[in-house]
C-alpha cells in the first residue's frame, strides 16, 4: 500500500494520547538504529530478525537495479524503515488488521513501517513490496492502483537461490482465496479503485492476486509480447488520459478480457525467470546504535495519524 506524501497535519489531542502511550511502551523495549548506504532503520526487535529483514532488503534493492530501471534520485534522502518488535505495536500504528506493512512519505522522506514478523516468508515479501512502491515514487510517475499495487506484488515475489548466487523474477506470491469473489475487472482496472475500500479480507487479497496476474501478463506474459502496450498505456495514464478510454487505445479489449485472459494463462503454470546475482554490489554492512527512543514514537505518531487520516 502506498500513500501520496501529504503535508504533516498537527496532532489531535487523541494522537498526544496515543503519542504519550507510545513513548511510554517504547521505553520498555531498547530502540536501536541500524543504517547503511541506501536505508536507514529503526527497531526495538531482536538483532537477529532486525538483520534478517535488512538484508534481505538490502539484497533486493542490488537485484532490482539489475532488472529495472528505477532509480534512486541523486542526493534523496535514505528510505526510513521501522521495523516494530510485535503485531500487536504495529496494529496501533494501522488499526486495521488486514495491513502487513506500508509505505508512506513525510516531508519527500520514504518510510517503510512493518512488524519485525517471525519465521516464514511473509516479512520478507512485505518488505519487498513496500521497497517497490519507494523505487515507483521516486520515477515520478502517475500509475493506476491496479498497477501500483500489482507491479508491487509481481517484485515481491523475488527470492534469492543457490547461495544468494542467483534470483527469480516474476515467481508467484499468492493463490486466490477459495469461495471469495474476484473483484469485477473493470472496478478493478478504473483509474480510482481504492484497495482499502473493499471490505472483505478474502475479497481484497484477490484484488492483490488479480492485480498480480495482470502484471505479470502484460510484463512478461509470451515472452514480453505486451510489454511495449503496457508502457504506452501507462504513459497515457500518466498524462491524465482515463484507465479505460487508454486500455481500449492501446489493447482494443475490455478490462475484462484483458483480466481473463491473464488468469488463463497463469492459472496452472507461472513463467518465471532464475537470473545470476551480480556479486559485490550490495551494501550489507548495517551499523547498529543505540537511539531515543521518545524520537522514534513522535514519527510513529506521525505516521499514525497521517496513515488513519488518509483512510477516512
Known amino acids: 500500500m502506498r500513500i501520496k506524501t501529504g503535508d504533516l497535519v498537527a496532532l489531535a489531542a487523541a494522537s498526544l ?102 519465521g516464514g516468508d511473509w516479512s520478507k515479501t512485505s518488505i519487498r513490496h513496500e521497497y517497490t512502491h519507494v523505487l515507483m515514487a521516486y520515477s515520478g510517475h502517475r500509475f493506476p492502483p491496479w498497477y501500483e499495487e500489482g507491479f508491487a506484488e509481481f517484485m515481491s515475489g523475488t527470492k534469492f537461490r543457490e547461495k544468494g548466487t542467483k534470483f527469480t523474477f516474476g515467481d508467484t506470491v499468492g493463490r486466490q482465496q477459495s469461495g471469495a469473489a474476484f473483484v469485477p475487472w473493470n472496478e478493478l482496472m ?28 502484460l510484463t512478461i506474459g509470451e515472452n514480453f509480447k505486451h510489454n511495449d502496450n503496457l508502457g504506452e498505456y501507462l504513459g497515457r495514464f500518466s498524462v491524465g488520459e482515463p484507465s479505460a478510454s ?3 487505445a492501446v489493447f482494443g479489449m475490455t478490462p475484462g478480457a484483458i483480466g481473463d485472459m491473464a488468469v488463463q ?47 477516512e
Not at 481504492?194 to 484477490?206: D, G, K, R, Y
Not at 492483490?208 to 501478463?217: D, K, M, N, T
Not at 531515543?292 to 505518531?301: C, K, M, W
Open 17 to 118: 494520547f496515543w503519542l504519550i502511550a507510545s513513548t511510554a511502551a517504547a521505553k520498555e523495549r531498547q530502540w536501536y538504529r541500524y543504517e547503511n548506504a541506501y536505508f536507514e532503520a529503526y527497531s526495538d526487535a531482536s538483532e537477529k530478525k532486525v538483520y534478517r529483514l535488512l538484508d534481505e532488503l538490502e539484497n533486493f534493492r542490488a537485484a532490482v537495479a539489475q532488472v529495472l530501471t528505477f532509480e534512486i534520485p541523486a542526493g534523496a534522502a535514505k528510505t526510513q524503515v521501522i521495523i516494530l518488535n510485535s503485531s500487536r505495536d504495529f496494529r496501533k500504528v494501522t488499526e486495521d488488521r488486514r495491513t502487513a506493512a506500508f509505505m508512506i512519505g513525510i516531508r519527500g522522506i520514504p518510510y517503510i513501517l512493518m512488524p519485525a514478523g517471525g
Open 190 to 217: 478504473s483509474g480510482d479503485f481504492e484497495f482499502h475500500s473493499v471490505q472483505a479480507s478474502s475479497t481484497l487479497s484477490n484484488a492483490y492476486l488479480q492485480s498480480w496476474f495482470l502484471v505479470h501478463y
Open 246 to 248: 487508454a486500455l481500449d
Open 265 to 311: 494463462k497463469y492459472s496452472r503454470r507461472t513463467p518465471y525467470y532464475l537470473l545470476d546475482f551480480t556479486p559485490g554490489i550490495q551494501d550489507l554492512e548495517f551499523a547498529r546504535s543505540e537511539t531515543d527512543a521518545e524520537r522514534v514514537a513522535a514519527v510513529i505518531a506521525e505516521i499514525h495519524e497521517l496513515f488513519t487520516g488518509d483512510r
